[in-house]
C-alpha cells in the first residue's frame, strides 16, 4: 500500500481512530420508504475491509436508496445497519466521514460555481481533515493529474469526466476507509467510462473498500470482487464477479448475450 493511502486511512479524525481499520459494513433486513412509497423490502449486503462490492439492476431497483440509506441521507423503516460493529441507523449524514465512510453521489453535485480546489476543500470540511488539507489535496492530484490543471477553474465548466474526477477527489479528501460511489459511469463517453473504472481499479487496489452502485454491469464486473442483484428493491442474486458474469439469467437481461 502507498505511503499516500496509508496517510488517507489514517485521516479520518478520533471518531475513525475508534473505529477498526478492519470495518465490515452490514446490512441486515433493511427496508426503506420515500413517504407510501417503499423502495427496499429486507435488502441484507456486507462489504469486507478492502474489498470492491458492486450493486447492479435495472433503474427504479432502488439501488440509489440502498447508498442514501447507507449514507444516512434517508433512514431506513427497518433493519439494521452498521459500520465496524457501530450501529449507524441514528448517526447523521455529517458525521459519517469522521467515521471514515465517503459517498459520491448520482450526478456528481458538485458546487459549480466554486473552483475545483474549492471543491476539494469542502471535502475536508473536519478538524482533523483541514490540517492536512495540503497533502490530501496533492494525493488528489496524483490520482487526477488534470484537476492539477484545472485547480482554478469552476467545476461547473469542466467537462463531464472531469467533474466526475472532481467528486470522487473530493470524497478522497476526507481520507475515507470505504467509498461509495453512485453510478459513477452516468452520462460519459464510452473512452471517458474506461478512465473511470481504471481509476476505481487503481483505488481498491492501493487499499480503499469500495461499493460501487452501477447499470454498466459489464464494465463494473471487471473491477469488483462480488455483487449483488437488485430487482423492485429486493437481493435477486449474489455471487463473485466471476460467477455472476457467468450465469445465463444475468448474461442475457444485464449483459445482452446469450
Known amino acids: 500500500m502507498s505511503a499516500a493511502v496509508e496517510d488517507a486511512r489514517g485521516m479520518g479524525g478520533t471518531a475513525a481512530a475508534t473505529a477498526s481499520a478492519a470495518a465490515t459494513l452490514e446490512l441486515s433486513g433493511i427496508r426503506a420508504s420515500y413517504g407510501d412509497f417503499q423502495a427496499l423490502f429486507g435488502v441484507d449486503l456486507h462489504v469486507a475491509p478492502g474489498e470492491a462490492v458492486g450493486v447492479v439492476g435495472p433503474n427504479g431497483a432502488g439501488k440509489t436508496t440502498l447508498l442514501r440509506v447507507i449514507s444516512g441521507l434517508l433512514r431506513p423503516t427497518a433493519g439494521t445497519l452498521r459500520y465496524g460493529g457501530q450501529d449507524l441507523t441514528a448517526v447523521p449524514a455529517h458525521a459519517l466521514p469522521s467515521l471514515g465512510i465517503a459517498h459520491v453521489p448520482e450526478n456528481r453535485r458538485l458546487f459549480p460555481h466554486l473552483t475545483v480546489e474549492e471543491n476539494l476543500k469542502v471535502g475536508a470540511?473536519?478538524?482533523?481533515?483541514?490540517?492536512?488539507?495540503?497533502?490530501?489535496?496533492?494525493?488528489?492530484?496524483?490520482?487526477?493529474?488534470?484537476?492539477?490543471?484545472?485547480?482554478?477553474?469552476?467545476?461547473?465548466?469542466?467537462?463531464?469526466?472531469?467533474?466526475?474526477?472532481?467528486?470522487?477527489?473530493?470524497?478522497?479528501?476526507?481520507?475515507?476507509?470505504?467509498?461509495?460511489?453512485?453510478?459513477?459511469?452516468?452520462?460519459?463517453?464510452p473512452i471517458v467510462v474506461q478512465q473511470v473504472f481504471a481509476l476505481v481499479r487503481r483505488i481498491r487496489e492501493e487499499g480503499l473498500t469500495v461499493l460501487i452502485v452501477e447499470q454498466n454491469v459489464a464494465q463494473v464486473l471487471r473491477v469488483v470482487d462480488r455483487a449483488y442483484v437488485l430487482e423492485t428493491g429486493r437481493v435477486a442474486a449474489e455471487g463473485s464477479s466471476a460467477a455472476l458474469a457467468a450465469d445465463p439469467a444475468i448474461r442475457r437481461s444485464y449483459l445482452g448475450m446469450h
Open 125 to 189: 470540511y473536519s478538524r482533523s481533515a483541514r490540517a492536512r488539507f495540503a497533502e490530501r489535496r496533492d494525493y488528489v492530484f496524483t490520482l487526477f493529474p488534470r484537476l492539477r490543471e484545472r485547480r482554478h477553474q469552476l467545476a461547473g465548466t469542466l467537462s463531464g469526466g472531469e467533474q466526475q474526477m472532481c467528486a470522487i477527489g473530493r470524497a478522497l479528501m476526507s481520507g475515507p476507509r470505504i467509498l461509495l460511489l453512485d453510478e459513477p459511469s452516468a452520462g460519459l463517453a
